[in-house]
T-cell receptor, first 109, second 114 residues
Framework: GENVEQHPSTLSVQEGDSAVIKCTYSDSASNYFPWYKQELGKGPQLIIDIRSNVGEKKDQRIAVTLNKTAKHFSLHITETQPEDSAVYFCAASIDDMRFGAGTRLTVKP | NAGVMQNPRHLVRRRGQEARLRCSPMKGHSHVYWYRQLPEEGLKFMVYLQKENIIDESGMPKERFSAEFPKEGPSILRIQQVVRGDSAAYFC????????????FGSGTRLTVV
């Protein structure tokens, strides 16, 4: 089955700096790569996604890149704000979705 | 349009009791997925269901755990004879078709076994 690895497990940045989270996947048949944000005590919420026929997607301060050859994809958050502090999960999907272990992002004011 | 509804939000059970977790998918969603999350850990896939069918249960423990998604009513995750190690947050997600349309997650059920 699909195996998704995510790094780093924790990330601390100053407000205004950029944050980058990286994931790799094992199954070349995976074709959909979403990113989720989970705040304390809540369920994960989809923030951005990318499909295998696209190399990059941007939505305001958030961007995702995909390298299908290398089987890795990354989340980029620019101009970070304290409210970006949360746990972020990447996922890869064929028939059902498998998640990375998560990255706890802390944005210091 | 209500999101994915899970209940109860919190559930306390004594060792040996049964836990029943319910999930109502978003309107129009016919695919349901259950995940378990231990404190400070990621989301572990358990089971994928469509109406009246289990599509993939490869993440479900072989004993004590079962799931269903009947023709009418919510999806149910049942844990029999709970043990302390079952304490976790259980999240349900639903999607429109297969997972390539993205999941919408519920707020989870936090199970505590005492």
């Amino acid at each position: 089955g699909e195996n998704v690895e995510q790094h780093p497990s924790t990330l601390s940045v100053q407000e205004g700096d950029s944050a980058v989270i990286k994931c790799t996947y094992s199954d070349s048949a995976s074709n959909y790569f979403p990113w989720y944000k989970q705040e304390l005590g809540k369920g994960p919420q989809l923030i951005i996604d990318i499909r295998s026929n696209v190399g990059e997607k941007k939505d305001q301060r958030i961007a995702v890149t995909l390298n299908k050859t290398a089987k890795h994809f990354s989340l980029h958050i620019t101009e970070t704000q304290p409210e970006d502090s949360a746990v972020y999960f990447c996922a890869a999907s064929i028939d059902d979705m498998r998640f990375g272990a998560g990255t706890r992002l802390t944005v210091k004011p | 349009n209500a999101g994915v509804m899970q209940n109860p939000r919190h559930l306390v059970r004594r060792r040996g009791q049964e836990a029943r977790l319910r999930c109502s998918p978003m309107k129009g969603h016919s695919h349901v997925y259950w995940y378990r999350q231990l404190p400070e850990e990621g989301l572990k896939f358990m089971v994928y269901l469509q109406k009246e069918n289990i599509i993939d249960e490869s993440g479900m423990p072989k004993e004590r755990f079962s799931a269903e998604f009947p023709k009418e009513g919510p999806s149910i995750l049942r844990i029999q004879q709970v043990v302390r190690g079952d304490s976790a947050a259980y999240f349900c997600a639903s999607s429109q078709a297969d997972s390539n349309y993205g999941y919408t997650f519920g707020s989870g059920t936090r199970l505590t076994v005492v």
